[in-house]
């Protein structure tokens, strides 16, 4: 029975191998990006504030845009050039109450609801930084959305530029709310994870 047991675990991490070097089409690399053991989605709860945090490899941004099984090459790469010098990310942030996000969560009164959603559309970006290697960087693309569903999270679309060196090193995400007496909130995303990405396939 151990025999076969720790057959299992190596078989099993064999084909954790084989997954990492062959591509993978849109929908099997799309899960594989947002499952949180690959290192590439970080969360934390920090008093009622939850922060969501979704590395996004160009390959994902593509895919996401698309909605495609299956994605052309030629259209990959068109794409790709016109996303190349960024690195983009995706912030989710939401509240451990009932029926309230980010800018309803213990509202005062409706001048306040003006006021929060104008932070969160233009102001907030300030409060954001990406250190990668030694370079401490500001976003350069930031886009709230606006959401009117019942979703508790709200999320952002962030985009940092590329540091001048090629290699891939560990980037610490930093975000110090407004509304939430947080301090600093750290999320890490390892080189090794990010080097481990698989490539898509393309047709």
């Known amino acids: ?23 993978l089409p849109p929908d099997q690399l799309m899960t ?37 099984k299956q994605i052309e090459r030629s259209q990959f790469e068109t794409r790709a050039q016109q996303l190349e010098g960024l690195q983009y990310y995706r912030l ?20 306040e609801e003006q006021e929060r959603l104008y932070y969160y559309s233009f102001k907030m970006r300030d409060d954001i930084r990406l250190v990668d290697g030694g370079d401490t960087l500001a976003p350069v693309l930031y886009h709230f959305e606006r959401s009117y569903d019942l979703a508790a999270h709200r999320t ?11 290699s891939t090193t560990t980037k610490t995400f930093i975000l110090e ?10 999320l ?16």
Do not use: W
């Open 156 to 166: 952002f679309v962030l985009a940092f530029e590329c540091p001048p060196s090629k």
């Open 92 to 111: 989710r942030l939401s509240v451990d109450e009932v029926g309230s996000d980010i800018t309803t969560y213990e509202l005062r009164d409706a001048q």
């Open 32 to 68: 594989y990006l947002q499952t949180p053991e690959h290192g590439l989605r970080k969360s934390r709860q920090v008093g009622p504030l939850r922060v969501d945090l979704q590395y996004q490899p160009t390959a994902m941004v593509i895919a996401n845009e698309l909605r495609q």
């Open 177 to 186: 709310p407004e509304y939430f007496l947080t301090g600093a909130i750290k």
């Open 188 to 203: 890490k995303i390892k080189a090794e994870d990010i080097q481990n990405i698989p490539t898509l396939k393309l047709l």
């Open 1 to 23: 029975m151990k025999v076969s047991f720790f057959l299992g675990i190596g078989l099993t991490l064999c084909l954790y191998c084989l997954l990492g070097e062959r591509p």
